[in-house]
């Protein structure tokens, strides 16, 4: 085996393990949040490293010319396919940052067709999702900065947001929980 063979392959496992991992902080509710940059573009990265270094190494593997070209032609659409999803789901994203009373507490709100609250974790770049907010027809009210924020007791915090732009007396309101870190 050849050391690019090596290089490769490690590749590819690291990012499969890397996959893995942020699959299973998924399932417990933990996200990688930052303020300007959101998981689906570190996933939309992942997966085309994966698909690339998976290509590579059967490229390295296969004989037939065939199959090679069968392979970088499935590898490319796969590629192509993740980018214009991200670009449906990802690229347009609004990001609106806010803090607690005490400036302890920071938290996100991402939003795209509808809003997302995460209060982000001790190290800032790894975040829990507190609650997901609906405008009417994908209203981004924290972009059109139509929210209200209410600071209760005991880690409590209500969000007062416009439902509807037509409707400017239309508040609805959330109230999350969060933790202190």
């Known amino acids: 085996m050849g050391r690019n063979f ?18 299973v902080l998924n399932l417990n509710g933990i996200y990688v949040q930052g303020t300007n940059f959101s998981q689906d573009t570190i ?6 490293v994966i698909l690339l270094s998976v290509t590579r190494v059967i490229m390295y593997k296969l004989k037939d010319k065939t199959l090679k070209t069968f392979t970088v032609i499935c590898s490319t659409f796969l590629i192509v396919s993740n980018f214009c999803w991200w ?11 806010f803090y607690s009373p005490s400036r302890n507490e920071a938290f ?21 999702k507190l609650v ?3 405008g009417d ?15 209760m007791n005991h880690n409590k915090l209500k969000i007062h947001y416009l439902f509807d732009p037509i409707s400017p007396n239309d508040y609805k309101n959330v109230t999350v929980t969060y933790k202190e870190y």
């Open 6 to 23: 090596v290089i490769t392959l490690f590749i590819c496992v690291l990012s499969i393990l890397l996959k893995i991992i942020m699959l």
């Open 43 to 48: 996933d939309l990265i992942i997966n085309t």
């Open 87 to 97: 670009l449906l789901i990802d690229s347009d994203t609004a990001y609106t940052t």
């Open 108 to 128: 996100v709100v991402k939003e795209t067709r509808h809003s997302e609250v995460y209060q982000l974790l001790k190290f800032k770049l790894l975040s829990k």
């Open 132 to 134: 997901d907010i609906r």
């Open 137 to 151: 027809d994908g209203y981004r009210m924290f972009y059109e900065d139509n929210y209200k924020l209410e600071w």
